[in-house]
């Protein structure tokens, strides 16, 4: 069945690190990928979407690339700041409307 | 933007009551969906449902229950709440085409039962 596997965290950044999250998944047919994040104490919010192979998806300097190859599509930012601190899911949405969720990765970044 | 709205933010109720979380969306979306969220498991399918009407079964159905009557509202029923089902609840719509759309989330509940 259809599956996302995102990196355990908690992930501990000092503030200018470059940031890598890992996420690889499991699906038939041509899912869509997305990143969310999560502040303390609120909802998902979309971070960014991919809709098919070679996308990428980016905003607020973080992006991901759907890699169809290698079935992955890692978060990455060039420089992280404090207020990134906040959990990252990573999810797909499949050809019958269907989401899967990764466990979610927990960024720490210190000033 | 889109608005999902969640009744509340923090509940408290007592063992053994009946819970109701109420859900609102505003952008005429045909699929509503009920999660819950726990340190280590992550988001967990509880119910969702694709139209007025129609729910289905997600992950972890067992002590839920769900009503869908209006297109807009989608509600989330504990029928008889025992401590494990304390939790953060998540709810999310999106559009009913097969065209990428993500899930948008409300800010969550966080439901204690004492």
């Known amino acids: 069945g259809n599956s996302v596997t995102q990196m355990e965290g908690p992930v501990t950044l000092s503030e200018e690190a470059f940031l890598t999250i890992n996420c690889t998944y499991t699906?038939?047919?041509?899912?869509?990928l997305f990143w969310y994040v999560q502040y303390p104490g609120e909802g998902l919010q979309l971070l960014l979407k991919?809709?098919?192979?070679?996308d990428k998806g980016s905003n607020k300097g973080f992006e991901a690339t759907y890699r169809k190859e290698t079935t992955s599509f890692h978060l990455e930012k060039g420089s992280v700041q404090v207020s990134d601190s906040a959990v990252y899911f990573c999810?797909?949405?499949?050809?019958?409307?269907?989401?899967?969720f990764g466990s979610g990765t927990k960024l720490n970044v210190k000033p | 933007d889109v608005k999902v709205t969640q009744s509340s933010r923090y509940l408290v109720k007592r063992t053994g009551e009946k819970v109701f979380l109420e859900c609102v969306q505003d952008?005429?979306?045909?699929?509503m969906f009920w999660y819950r969220q726990d340190p280590g498991l992550g988001l967990r399918l509880i119910y969702f449902?694709?139209?007025?009407?129609?729910?289905e079964k997600g992950d972890i159905p067992e002590g839920y229950s769900v009503s869908r009557e209006k297109k807009e509202r989608f509600s989330l029923i504990l029928e008889s709440a025992s401590t494990n089902q304390t939790s953060m609840y998540l709810c999310?719509?999106?559009?009913?085409?097969?065209?990428?759309?993500?899930?948008?989330f409300g800010d969550g509940t966080r439901l204690s039962i004492l």
């Open positions: 999310a719509s999106s559009p009913g085409t097969l065209d990428e759309q993500p899930q948008h």
């Open positions: 699906a038939t047919g041509y899912p869509s």
């Open positions: 991919a809709t098919k192979a070679d």
């Open positions: 999810a797909l949405r499949d050809n019958f409307n269907k989401f899967y």
């Open positions: 952008m005429d979306h045909e699929n």
């Open positions: 449902s694709y139209d007025v009407k129609m729910k």
